[in-house]
């Protein structure tokens, strides 16, 4: 059975991309100041699909190439395709985001970007009504630590909301071996929360009595208080002449709730050569407040990304 989770797919993966491009075209712009824009090829692969933290029974192992521009104003373009392994369409998915990255501080940077998401037909990853996403977000680096807190939210049939707060340091390590290369360590810790929507189910028991066959509860026309057969209208008891009657209803309504979805924990190894950049990268993801259906289970993820930069 698909969940929430399966059904939206990669739609959220453009959140990877936020602040990369602020990154290299800052980066760039230091390096180089006559030219207008940069662009970015990038291909990256990974042995199994994931979408904060929740995943699948079966593994969807893909690679990702994508293009990207990046003008020296911050206005950004990417376009990304999509293709797991084991599957029918050439294209499992396929994203087109437009976004803008700037600093409000020298240590505050902020980054918005909208996307557009199209699906192969006989991707498993497919939902229909998840077709936009906007974005945002906010990182401040406070020399020992660097945080971001990103937003995101889904157009669709089914509007939801996600947050993922993320520490992260940048290590470099050349140093210690003197070593001319640039390369590092990027140890990332990260929490996600989001809305999940559900059905509950609340079953109410009522209980009334009635007046049992053959007896008088007070409903004859006179109430029964002068019936000459019962004085003083009937028993004295007022539990004769009456039956309990008990009737269960069930209602069943959709909930939704924003709560904790998934830690993490993501220690990337970056290589810089010339225009090139390598990151092979461990991460390790533990999804929490699972609802009925949902399969996911912690497990390790390993990723390679490559991007030339030109």
Same mark, same amino acid.
């Given at each position: 059975?698909?969940?929430?989770?399966?059904?939206?797919?990669?739609?959220?993966?453009?959140?990877?991309?936020?602040?990369?491009?602020?990154?290299?075209?800052?980066?760039?712009?230091?390096?180089?100041?006559?030219?207008?824009?940069?662009?970015?090829? @990038?291909?990256?692969?990974?042995?199994?699909?994931?979408?904060?933290?929740?995943?699948?029974?079966?593994?969807?192992?893909?690679?990702?190439?994508?293009?990207?521009?990046?003008?020296? *104003?911050?206005?950004?373009?990417s376009v990304?395709?999509?293709?797991?392994?084991?599957?029918?369409?050439?294209?499992?998915?396929?994203?087109?985001?437009?976004?803008? &990255?700037?600093?409000?501080?020298?240590?505050?940077?902020?980054?918005?970007?909208?996307?557009?998401? *199209? #699906?192969?037909?006989?991707?498993?990853?497919?939902n229909a009504?998840?077709?936009? +996403?906007?974005?945002?977000?906010?990182?401040?680096?406070?020399?020992?630590?660097?945080?971001?807190?990103?937003?995101?939210?889904?157009?669709?049939?089914?509007?939801?909301?996600?947050?993922?707060?993320?520490?992260?340091?940048?290590?470099p390590l050349?140093?210690?071996?003197?070593?001319?290369?640039?390369?590092?360590?990027?140890?990332?810790?990260?929490?996600?929360?989001?809305?999940?929507? #559900?059905?509950?189910?609340?079953?109410?028991?009522?209980?009334?009595?009635? +007046?049992?066959?053959?007896?008088?509860?007070?409903?004859?026309?006179?109430?029964?208080?002068?019936?000459?057969?019962?004085?003083?209208?009937? &028993?004295?008891?007022?539990?004769?002449? *009456?039956?309990?009657?008990?009737?269960?209803?069930?209602?069943?309504?959709?909930?939704?709730?924003?709560?904790?979805?998934?830690?993490?924990?993501?220690?990337?190894?970056?290589?810089?050569? @010339?225009? #090139?950049?390598?990151?092979? &990268?461990?991460?390790?993801?533990?999804?929490?407040?699972?609802?009925?259906?949902?399969?996911?289970?912690?497990?390790?993820?390993?990723?390679?990304?490559?991007?030339?930069? #030109?």
């Open positions: 059975m698909k969940t929430f989770w399966t059904r939206i797919g990669l739609t959220l993966l453009p959140l990877l991309l936020l602040g990369t491009f602020s990154v290299q075209a800052e980066t760039a712009a230091e390096s180089d100041t006559t030219r207008i824009g940069w662009w970015v090829l @990038g291909m990256e692969a990974s042995n199994n699909s994931s979408f904060f933290g929740r995943n699948t029974a079966t593994r969807y192992p893909y690679v990702a190439p994508s293009v990207t521009y990046v003008h020296r *104003t911050g206005l950004w373009a990304s395709a999509y293709q797991l392994f084991n599957t029918e369409d050439y294209i499992d998915q396929l994203d087109m985001t437009l976004g803008y &990255s700037f600093k409000l501080r020298k240590r505050l940077e902020v980054d918005l970007a909208y996307s557009h998401f *199209t #699906f192969g037909k006989h991707t498993p990853l497919v009504s998840t077709t936009d +996403a906007l974005l945002a977000k906010t990182a401040y680096d406070w020399k020992y630590v660097y945080t971001s807190l990103t937003g995101s939210y889904i157009i669709g049939s089914g509007n939801d909301v996600f947050t993922v707060l993320e520490n992260s340091r940048f290590i050349n140093p210690i071996w003197k070593g001319i290369i640039p390369v590092g360590l990027d140890p990332k810790v990260s929490i996600t929360a989001g809305t999940q929507r #559900f059905s509950e189910t609340h079953t109410a028991t009522t209980t009334r009595k009635k +007046a049992a066959s053959g007896g008088s509860s007070g409903g004859g026309p006179l109430g029964g208080v002068l019936d000459p057969l019962k004085p003083g209208g009937g &028993s004295s008891n007022p539990e004769d002449g *009456t039956t309990e009657e008990t009737t269960t209803t069930t209602t069943t309504t959709n909930v939704s709730r924003f709560r904790v979805l998934n830690y993490e924990l993501k220690v990337p190894l970056v290589v810089y050569y @010339g225009s #090139f950049e390598f990151e092979p &990268s461990w991460r390790y993801a533990i999804p929490v407040n699972k609802i009925k259906g949902d399969e996911s289970r912690a497990q390790s993820f390993y990723t390679l990304s490559v991007k030339y930069t #030109f």
